[in-house]
C-alpha cells in the first residue's frame, strides 16, 4: 500500500516538471525579437545648390560659305588650310582674263555712246536756234530731240554694262568675309568652278565659340533669365564640360534662346557662347554644358540610399518614439550628389533609416547604430 502511495507521488511530481518545462518553452517561443541593427541619421537642412547637365555641340556663332559668284578656273590659292584668316584677305582668285576683255570692251562702247552724245546734243541745239528764227523745220527739230534723248539712253545703258562686267571682274578675287579659320579647300589651282557649284570652302569664327543645348520646354523660363543675366559669364553658373571630363576654364553665357519649340520633340535650341582664345574648341565637338540650379533658400535634404521605391511612390522609414520605425511617403526634389531633395512628407530633425531598409518594416523595433 505505501508503495502505490510512493508511486502515485511520483507521478504527480513528474506531471508537474513536465508542464513547467512546456510552459517555459512556451514563454519563450512568445518573447519579441531582439531591434533590428540599422544606419540612420538625422533630417537637416542644407544648401540645395546643384548642377543640371545637358548634351551640347560646338557650333560657330558665324559660319560663312565660299561660294564662286562667276565660272572659270582657279588662278590662285592664297591660304593655308586650317589657318586663321582676317577679315578682306585674299583667299582665290578666278582667271580674270574674259572678264578683263569684257570690261575693256564695255569702257570702249561708253566711250563711243559718249561721243555719239555729244554730238547728238550739237545738233539738237543747233536745230532749236534756227527753229527760234523760224527757219528750220519742227520736224527736223523734233527728230533732233528725239535722237538726242535716245543716245543718252544708250549711255546709260554703257555705264550700266560696265557696273555689270565690272562687279563680275571684281568677283574673281575673293576675300574672306569675316575674322575667323578657314577649312580644307575643296578646289584645288586649275579646277573650274561657277555659280551654284560646291562650295570653295568654309569660314567659321571661333572666339567666342557656341555650344548649341536641347532643353525641355518646360526650362524656357529658367534660360530665358539666363539670357537676361549678362554677369552670369564671370562664375560658374554655366560651365562646358569636355569629352574627356573635364572642365573648360571659360564660362559661359546664354547668347540665343530659339523662337520656337520642336513640335515633335517638344525641345527648345539655346546657343550658349564660351570664349575661345586659345583654339581649344572646335567646331563640331560634342560635350556638355553643366548648369548650376540653386532654390535660394535651404531646403531638407537626406542620404539617396535611405529612400525606397514602390509603384512610382518613394518612402522613408523614420524612427520614432521606443525606436520603433514608420514608413512614411515622401515627394522628391532634385538629387544633388548622393543626397535628395525633400519637398514633402519630412520634417527637420527627424531620423530616417540609412542603411538596413530591407530588413525592417512597419513598427519594426530597431537600434540606431550609427546615428547623427
Not at 35 to 46: I, L, M, Q, R
Not at 98 to 120: I, P, S
Not at 329 to 350: F, P, Q, S, W, Y
Amino acid at each position: 500500500m505505501k508503495q502505490s502511495i510512493n508511486l502515485a507521488i511520483a507521478g504527480t511530481v513528474l506531471t508537474i516538471s513536465l508542464a513547467a518545462c512546456g510552459g517555459k518553452k512556451e514563454e519563450q517561443q512568445q518573447a519579441p525579437p531582439p531591434p533590428t541593427a540599422v544606419s540612420a541619421v538625422k533630417v537637416e537642412k542644407g544648401n540645395a545648390t546643384y548642377y543640371d547637365q545637358f548634351p551640347a555641340t560646338i557650333t560657330a556663332l558665324v559660319e560663312v560659305e565660299i561660294q564662286p559668284q562667276v565660272a572659270g578656273n582657279i588662278t590662285g590659292i592664297f591660304f593655308q588650310d586650317g589657318q586663321q584668316v582676317r577679315k578682306g584677305q585674299k583667299l582665290y582668285t578666278i582667271d580674270p582674263q574674259q572678264y578683263r576683255a569684257g570690261y575693256d570692251q564695255a569702257v570702249a562702247n561708253l566711250n563711243v555712246q559718249k561721243a555719239n552724245l555729244n554730238r547728238a546734243q550739237k545738233d539738237a541745239d543747233r536745230y532749236n536756234t534756227l527753229a527760234q528764227q523760224d527757219a528750220v523745220a519742227k520736224q527736223l527739230v523734233d527728230n533732233a530731240n528725239a535722237s538726242l534723248e535716245a543716245t543718252r539712253m544708250q549711255v546709260e545703258a554703257a555705264q550700266a554694262t560696265i557696273r555689270q562686267v565690272g562687279t563680275n571682274l571684281k568677283y574673281t578675287t575673293i576675300y574672306a568675309p569675316l575674322n575667323g579659320t578657314i577649312g580644307i579647300s575643296q578646289v584645288r589651282l586649275g579646277a573650274a568652278v561657277a555659280p551654284g557649284s560646291a562650295p570653295l570652302n568654309i569660314i567659321s569664327s571661333d572666339n567666342p565659340i557656341a555650344a548649341d543645348l536641347q532643353v525641355d520646354a518646360t526650362e524656357i523660363p529658367r534660360f530665358l533669365k539666363l539670357q537676361s543675366q549678362k554677369m552670369a559669364g564671370r562664375d560658374s553658373t554655366l560651365v562646358l564640360v569636355m569629352p574627356d571630363g573635364s572642365t573648360y576654364k571659360y564660362p559661359g553665357t546664354v547668347q540665343i534662346v530659339d523662337r520656337a519649340v520642336d513640335p515633335q520633340t517638344g525641345t527648345l535650341r539655346v546657343r550658349v557662347a564660351f570664349p575661345n582664345p586659345d583654339k581649344q574648341l572646335k567646331v563640331g565637338l560634342n560635350a556638355n554644358v553643366r548648369v548650376k540650379n540653386s532654390t535660394g533658400q535651404p531646403e531638407i535634404m537626406i542620404p539617396y540610399q535611405s529612400v525606397t521605391e514602390q509603384m512610382s511612390e518613394y518612402f522613408v522609414f523614420v524612427v520614432g518614439d521606443s525606436s520603433k520605425v514608420t514608413q512614411k511617403k515622401v515627394t522628391l526634389g532634385a538629387r544633388i550628389n548622393d543626397k535628395v531633395i525633400v519637398k514633402e512628407g519630412l520634417k527637420e530633425g527627424e531620423t530616417v533609416v540609412t542603411e538596413g531598409t530591407q530588413k525592417i518594416r512597419e513598427g519594426a523595433k530597431v537600434r540606431v547604430s550609427n546615428g547623427k
